[in-house]
Nanobody, 120 residues
Framework: VQLQASGGGLMQTGGSLRLSCAGSGFDLRGYAMGWFRQAPGKEREGVSC????????YHAESVEGRFTISRDNAKNTMYLQMNSLKPEDTAIYYC??????????????WGQGTQVTVSS
């Protein structure tokens, strides 16, 4: 049972990145999925979440209108499209499987994280 996050990198302010989270060993359709991020010296925070069944989504206020979470059940993969990136988006981004929530304690399976760095 494994989640593999990828797609991070170095981007200039205003640029775009798409993160992917692929499931291996279990079916992501059985879970709500979330993206979290952790900047140096800060706690891990919920960024976006997508429901298990009807694709209801939630985005934190700090990324609303810039980030979009989605999932492709046929590929057993979840995505985070990040547009209009800002330096404050710099963090390690983690994907997770659990229930529809922004709290880390509601997610039982985690990916290894992918670094996103936005230069000013």
């Amino acid at each position: 049972v494994q989640l593999q996050a990828s797609g991070g990198g170095l981007m200039q302010t205003g640029g775009s990145l798409r993160l992917s989270c692929a499931g291996s060993g279990f079916d992501l359709r059985g879970y709500a999925m979330g993206w979290f991020r952790q900047a140096p010296g800060k706690e891990r925070e919920g960024v976006s979440c997508i429901s298990r069944s009807d694709d209801t989504t939630y985005h934190a206020e700090s990324v609303e209108g810039r980030f979009t979470i989605s999932r492709d059940n046929a590929k057993n993969t979840m995505y985070l499209q990040m547009n209009s990136l800002k330096p404050e988006d710099t963090a390690i981004y983690y994907c997770a499987a659990g229930v529809f929530s922004v709290y880390t304690t509601d997610f039982g399976s985690w990916g290894q994280g992918t670094q996103v760095t936005v230069s000013s």
